[in-house]
């Protein structure tokens, strides 16, 4: 006997549900009525794209992209084994033939042909002209490689380096299907939209905004999940002028103070400009001072010192803050661009009435982040408290492979801010029924089937239930499903054209004509 699975949801991920999913509806209203007054309108990015893309714009040495990242081959054949072959062969270039083991890089070549023959002539993949192609002219040029018959008239050492790097050339050449990875975050994709749509034709900046999952494969806890999602926004193109840092930052808490978040803190700082060094010179200067203290840092700071110094300015750890708060900060370190920069965002944000916090330990750590950074906090998380992060990227687009493009942006995580909205009794109740409708007999049912009809036409919610009860089992019913009304439909009801309504908060009743219980209704919801 077949055991029975039990399904359960993947870890990290859940069910959203009623009436919790009325909440999320309401705010996602609230992101495109507010969005769209600033003159935002809506990207529907897919959720999938080439792993590099990711790898590009987030940075290959992030957390994101190192280990949570859900990849997976896109391969006509299945998974055939031999695109994970084929990417150690391209690897394997790199260990041994730069360090005259050709014969090693070689032989692995000629395993990888074989095995390719053994799986067509095992009819474990199909084959293809691509595929014939790429075989036949790497099979050629490793004959060549142990013949003197090539090019006899090369001295033999070149002779072989031009055949390597043909060989090199055609392992390149083939393809398995390319690598493709669910999206930890969005702002990869609007930037490849931007590009690709060539929407830097359009009237800039451009100013999008989306919502929708991400994935990232981390360990889940309260507001951390696996599958999450994300309200964010990006202004493309045009100037960086301070103004549009401020704008966007004053669009978000307009959304937040619609939906009335509580404990809303916003903090702001400038990370200087790649480009200018101002920020380089900062990060010698801090990885030095980091050196000094480097025995009282715990393991993960110190590793970074060397991978990534500006993130350990983002240690919770409590024996690290009193190191940290003696480190040097950058805002002493600012060029002059970049300090008139940040002290125009903040004259704008004051001018908007938009209240924040300084706080210099407040950095990004990725390259292409500049200038402006911020995040915002609400009540109610825990340690997990951050509802929203952004900041300036100018130099994004381009390192995807686009014109010099400024660009600016925010994500606000949309599970917190629901969690967050919860806590503090913003959530919707339960919505139940307006009006239940209880009938009895043929004749009312076809009666109560077209009073549904009116009722819902009109805007109401109505329960119709598909089989006849007793009137005292359905408005036991109606109860449970927390409805106001109980409209009951019986022979004598039908006969007289006179509907009874009962109100189910006090048990009083009256009767109505048709046309009068829409009316009554309508006064009453
Ligand atoms: P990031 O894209 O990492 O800058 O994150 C932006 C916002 O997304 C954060 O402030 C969080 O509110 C939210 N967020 C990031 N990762 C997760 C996750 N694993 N689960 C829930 N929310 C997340």
Known sequence: MATKTK?????????????????????????????????????RPPIFELTDLFSRSVGAETDIVDKEMYTFRDNPDGNTGLEDRHDDLRRSY????????????????????????RKLEAREIVSNPALEMSLRNLKKSLAD????????????ALRKQVLMSEIRLQVESFSFGEEISLRPEATASVCRAYIENNMQQLPQPVKLYYMGPMFRRERPQKGRYRQFYQIGAEVLGGSDAPAIDAEVIEMVMTFFDRLELQGVQLDINSIGHSADNCRRAYVEKLKAALENVKDKLGPDSQRRIETNPLRVLDSKLESEQGIIAT????????????????????????????IYRENWRLVRGLDYYMRTTFEITAQGLGSQNAVCGGGRYDGLVELLGGPPTKGIGFAIGEDRLILSLQESGKAPAQQGRDVYIAWMGERAHAT????????????????????????????????KLGAKYALILGDNEVSEGLWTLKTLADGSQAKFTEPDLLVHLKKQL
């Open 327 to 354: 480190l040097p900060r950058i805002a002493d370190h600012l060029c002059e661009d970049c300090a008139t920069h940040y002290a125009a965002v903040k004259h704008q944000l004051e001018m908007r009435g938009v």
């Open 94 to 117: 790199e260990r041994h033939a730069g360090r005259d083991e050709e014969s090693l890089y070689l032989a692995s070549v000629h395993n990888f042909v074989n095995d390719i023959r």
């Open 145 to 156: 490689y142990d013949s003197s018959e090539f090019r006899p008239d090369l001295k033999p």
């Open 448 to 479: 109560a089937i077209r009073a549904a009809k009116d009722l819902r036409k009109a805007g109401f919610s109505v329960e119709l239930p598909p089989v006849e009860q007793k009137f005292g089992k359905a408005l036991g019913q109606a109860d």
């Open 7 to 43: 399904f359960q949801a993947i870890r990290g991920t859940r069910d959203l549900l009623p009436p919790e999913t009325a909440l999320w509806n309401r705010v996602e209203q609230t992101a495109h009525e507010v969005f769209g007054t600033f003159g935002f309108g809506e990207i």
